[in-house]
C-alpha cells in the first residue's frame, strides 16, 4: 500500500506521464514553455490552438501528455516533444496531445496567485477552465484518502504513474511543495553534466535530491540521444568533480531525469528515463 502524507489538509491527484508545460494565454494568442524555459508552442500547437479558448492573461502549469489506445504514453509524449515543427504537426494528427493542468498561476480578474492557498488557486483553476473542454482540463482532486488509493491501484493501467500530494494551505512558490508517490522507487535528479562526446553521452552527472553530485552508470543509446538533444548548446571546457572525485563536463541547465531511488545510496545512480 502506497504511503500517503498522515494529517489532515491533504489533498491528492494522479500524477501523469507527459511532458511538463507551462501554457501563457497572452492578449495577442498563446505560448507554450518547457520547464527550463524553452519555447514548445511549435510543438504543442493542438494545445496551442484549444488554449486560445481560455480567458486573456491566464497562465496554467501542468502536463502534456499523449494518449494511445487509451493508455497515457510518454514514449510518445517524448517524442513529440523531441521533434522538429513539421513531425510534430504529422504526430499530432495521428494522437492529438491533452493538457492535464495541476495549477493556476496568473487569472485574468486576480493577477499573480502563486502566493493563494492550495484550495483558492484550485478555485481559480475550475474557474478558468469551465468553458473550455478537452483537451485543458484540470486534473482531478480528492482530499478523501480512500479514493485517492482508488485513484493509484486503479489508474495505474492507463498509464497513471502515481499521486501528488499538495496540502491544502501551501503555496505556489520555487521547489518542490509537493510530495509525489509513485508507483515505482525512483527520484527526480538534474543533470548538471556528462562524460563522454556531447552527441553520445557515456555516463550522466546528477544533482540528487540531497544535493549530492553523483555520476550515473553507463546509459544506453536512446537515453543518451534524447539527452544530446538538450545538451547540443553545451560547452565543452569546463570541468568537475562529482562528490565521489569523478571528472565530468559541466552543463548548465541540464534536463531532469528519472533514477531508481534504491541506486543513489552508494553513490552508483542507475537513470531510466529523461523527465
Do not use: C
Not at 511549435?42 to 499523449?66: C, F, H, K, N, Q
Not at 480578474?109 to 481559480?124: C, F, P, T
Not at 512558490?173 to 527520484?187: E, F
Amino acid at each position: 500500500m502506497p504511503q500517503l502524507p498522515a494529517g489532515r489538509g491533504w489533498w491528492f491527484e494522479p500524477k501523469f506521464d507527459g511532458h511538463r508545460v507551462i501554457l501563457w494565454r497572452e492578449e495577442s494568442g498563446v505560448r507554450l514553455q518547457s520547464r527550463s524555459g524553452r519555447e514548445v508552442t511549435d510543438v504543442w500547437s493542438d494545445l496551442a490552438r484549444a488554449a486560445l479558448r481560455l480567458p486573456a492573461v491566464t497562465v496554467l502549469d501542468g502536463e502534456a501528455i499523449v494518449y494511445v489506445s487509451g493508455h497515457v504514453d510518454f514514449s510518445a509524449a517524448q517524442a513529440r516533444a523531441a521533434s522538429a515543427p513539421a513531425r510534430a504537426a504529422k504526430l499530432a494528427a495521428r494522437w492529438p496531445a491533452s493538457y492535464a493542468a495541476w495549477v493556476i498561476l496568473v487569472h485574468p480578474d486576480h493577477g499573480d496567485v502563486r502566493s493563494r492557498l492550495y484550495l483558492e488557486r484550485r478555485a481559480l483553476l475550475l474557474d478558468v477552465l469551465e468553458d473550455g473542454g478537452p483537451p485543458l482540463q484540470a486534473v482531478p482532486a480528492t482530499d478523501d484518502r480512500a479514493t485517492a488509493l482508488l485513484w493509484h491501484d486503479a489508474l495505474r493501467a492507463q498509464g497513471v504513474e502515481g499521486l501528488v500530494a499538495t496540502h491544502a494551505t501551501s503555496p505556489y512558490r520555487a521547489g518542490r511543495i509537493w510530495k509525489k508517490v509513485r508507483h515505482a522507487d525512483t527520484v527526480d535528479a538534474q543533470v548538471v553534466g556528462y562524460t563522454g562526446p556531447v552527441s553520445r553521452s557515456r555516463a550522466l552527472a546528477v544533482r540528487l535530491p540531497d544535493s549530492r553530485i553523483a555520476l550515473s552508470q553507463q546509459v544506453n543509446a536512446k537515453l543518451a540521444a534524447q539527452v544530446a538533444a538538450h545538451l547540443a548548446g553545451a560547452h565543452p571546457a569546463l570541468r568537475a568533480r562529482t562528490d565521489s572525485g569523478a571528472v565530468y563536463q559541466v552543463v548548465e541547465s541540464g534536463p531532469l531525469v528519472e533514477v531508481l531511488s534504491g541506486t543513489t545510496r552508494h553513490g552508483v545512480v542507475t537513470v531510466t528515463r529523461l523527465r
